[in-house]
């Protein structure tokens, strides 16, 4: 049983920043790919960011972009996400996953990924 497990949610104000933990097993973290995914009460899973098994390429949400970091440390086997300019709409459970696959386009689809965290709630309040 593969675990990845989330840390660093919370509550949040507009205009803040925060930082989500992903925490993955060695084997899962050197050769995956690692993607955030959110959802929000009431709507469908989405792409969040992904970063690929070695950490050359890096996708974003276009909700995100501009706000958003993802980075691996791979001396902790954990990758990152940074989110700054905070806002009420980021309110959602966040999700870390790890997907084998080579497609661009799997990047942003949660079909595509093998394993999923537990989620970590993040509110931002305005």
């Known amino acids: 049983q593969v675990q990845l497990v989330e840390s660093g949610g919370g509550l949040g104000q507009a205009g803040g920043s925060l930082r989500l933990s992903c925490a993955a097993p060695?084997?899962?973290?050197?050769?995956?790919?690692l993607g955030w995914f959110r959802q929000a009460p009431g709507k469908e899973r989405e792409f969040v960011a992904a970063?690929?098994?070695?950490?050359?390429?890096?996708y974003y949400a276009d909700s995100v972009k501009g706000r958003i970091t993802i980075a691996k440390d791979n001396n902790k086997n954990t990758v990152y996400v940074q989110l700054s300019s905070l806002k009420p709409e980021d309110t959602a459970v966040y999700y870390c996953?790890?997907?084998?696959?080579?497609?661009?386009?799997?990047?942003?689809?949660?079909?595509?990924?093998?394993?999923w965290g537990q989620g970590t709630q993040v509110t931002v309040s305005s």
């Open positions: 996953a790890a997907g084998s696959f080579f497609s661009s386009s799997s990047y942003f689809t949660p079909d595509a990924y093998d394993y």
């Open positions: 060695e084997r899962i973290f050197s050769r995956y790919v």
């Open positions: 970063i690929s098994w070695n950490g050359g390429r890096t």
